[in-house]
């Protein structure tokens, strides 16, 4: 199974390093990103910082960290119906398929993949945080940050299982990468602590785990939260994480049946 | 029965149209009326055959290899690959099988030749040595030296002959090959069959699907006439000139003499 999950992720990363200048512009990328919120926080930051009372930070700091612990999310989400769209398209899905690999391998080496390119972006980010706009990391509570990171990446990688299905059913149209990058990139506290939203929008916010995944990060990061303190949006994620395991496998196996029934697998 | 390496049982496949938007917005989630891919098809395999099943495109004769090598469910009818059912028991399945998919698109194209075959060695649970080893014994048998080079930058008849050895790097029982020699040069296709025949005397059982006629009627022992997936005739070429009354028949009159009233 070892054996299985290294060849995965060597061929993924011998693939990746094919295209030499995509890393080149990821991090330009990030690095324009956190230009414009720095200069957005010039102009507008010092309007909300009542609302960012309670993490102690300038909106800069604030949505650095967000923005960081975000990518991460959403390449955790995104990268598994990425994965299978790209082997569909490439037609290695169906070769793939062929050889006698459990699926929990497959998804287990997508998974180690997506959390190794995700975890290159955060250090990018938090880098750039560091060595260019002095951002002061020092209060971080390391215990809570890493049960944080655990817990969400449990919980993201089986909506990134589910958001799979879809692509593996539909090819296209993936309503829980819709709903995870769009809506939750919006009422989730990612750009803005929620406390900026009018109160109905802020219930909503509440059932999403992102709002208590980055709630709880920049609580640990930059107040030092101990793990006690941050207990509530913990027991949310455990939660979220305890229903989504065996939902996301179940769809995942489910998708898999319909398209092998369908006889759809190398369709995209 | 346990001399067969594969049966096939009154299988059936269906494939339906997806609904389209229209039907969505009339709310109309009613079926299409479904194409037959296989209907009823039956049939058993031996060590060392070559059974070739005949038929024009459209015929079922992908939709069948897949059916056997676990990519596609059936509607109706059973499989079995060595006394294992398909459905049931695909993993241990998966290690009797080699498909050669007529399908360019089933390798890492940004990976090389020898990359490819190492990455999907080892899928096939082979140890990096075994791999290596065996991809040169490939390499040596069909006298490749282009292996460093990315797969696409590789000719039709490159990729199907590494298409070929990804299908045998796990020495499988069952061979399932879909036109093997379509889109090749005399020289390359006369060289593949010869190697094809040579697999079935070391006792591999092979399926191999073609429109090719007279490339069938060389390799082949017994043939199975497939036409709009469902069996027109099976047997070896004199069994079916019997069918046909014809003492001298090639396969191709033969597949138009039993279909034409299809």
């Known amino acids: 199974m070892l054996r299985k999950i290294i060849a995965l992720l060597k061929k993924n990363f011998l693939i990746e390093t094919s295209y030499k200048l995509s890393f080149l512009f990821n991090i330009l990328s990030v690095f324009a990103t956190i230009l414009t919120y720095f200069f957005i926080n010039k102009l507008f930051g010092h309007k909300i910082s009542s609302h960012l009372e309670t993490f102690g930070v300038n909106y800069f700091s604030y949505v650095l960290l967000s923005m960081a612990f975000f990518s991460y999310i959403g390449v955790g989400i995104g990268s598994f119906s990425a994965r299978i769209r790209s082997e569909q398209m490439q037609g290695t899905l169906e070769s793939l398929l062929l050889t006698p690999t459990k699926i929990g391998v497959l998804l287990m080496s997508m998974a180690l993949w997506n959390l190794i390119f995700a975890t290159l972006d955060v250090f990018i980010y938090i880098g750039l945080g560091i060595f260019l706009f002095k951002i002061n990391f020092s209060a971080i509570n390391i215990a809570s940050t890493i049960v944080i990171l655990i817990l969400t990446i449990i919980s993201f990688s089986s909506l990134g299982i589910i958001s799979a299905s879809f692509i593996l059913i539909f090819k296209r149209g993936n309503p829980v990468g819709w709903i995870i990058n769009t809506l939750e990139g919006l009422l989730g506290g990612v750009y803005f602590p929620v406390t900026v939203m009018p109160l109905p929008l802020q219930l909503i916010a509440k059932c999403f785990p992102i709002t208590h995944a980055i709630r709880a990060m920049q609580l640990a990061v930059y107040k030092g939260y101990s793990i006690f303190q941050i207990k509530n949006e913990l027991l949310f994620l455990i939660f979220f994480s305890l229903a989504l395991i065996p939902f996301s496998l179940y769809s995942f196996k489910f998708a898999l049946r319909r398209a092998r029934e369908q006889g759809s697998l190398l369709q995209y | ?262």
């Open chain 2, 1 to 262: 029965m346990k001399d067969y390496v594969l049966q096939v049982e009154k299988l059936s496949k269906s494939f339906y149209p997806a609904l389209s938007f229209g039907d969505l917005a009339r709310f109309n989630f009613k079926n299409k009326p479904p194409t037959k891919a296989l209907t009823d098809v039956s049939f058993c395999l031996k060590k060392g055959e070559i059974l070739g099943i005949l038929g024009p495109n459209g015929a079922g004769k992908t939709t069948l290899l897949k059916i056997i090598s676990t990519l596609i469910l059936p509607d109706k009818g059973k499989v079995i690959v060595n006394n294992l059912e398909v459905g049931c028991e695909d993993n241990k399945i998966k290690s009797f099988i080699g498909l050669m998919s007529s399908e360019e698109r089933s390798f890492y194209w940004r990976l090389t030749g020898r990359q490819n075959l190492e990455f999907f060695a080892t899928m096939f649970g082979l140890s990096t040595q075994q791999a290596k080893s065996k991809i040169q014994e490939f390499f040596e048998i069909f006298k490749i030296n282009y292996a460093h080079k990315r797969f696409d930058s590789y000719s039709t008849g490159m990729k199907k002959t590494f298409s070929l050895i990804r299908a045998l790097l796990h020495n499988p029982e069952l061979l399932l090959l879909d036109e093997p020699t379509k889109s090749l040069d005399y020289h390359s296709s006369s060289y593949l069959i010869e190697f094809i025949k040579a697999q079935a005397k070391e006792g591999k059982a092979i399926l191999l699907a073609t429109h090719n006629m007279p490339e069938a009627e060389n390799l082949c022992g017994q043939f199975m006439i497939l036409h709009n997936g469902k069996v027109y005739g099976a047997g070896t070429q004199d069994e079916l000139r019997k069918k046909i009354n014809s003492h001298s028949a090639s396969l191709t009159d033969i597949y138009v003499k039993l279909t034409q009233n299809a």
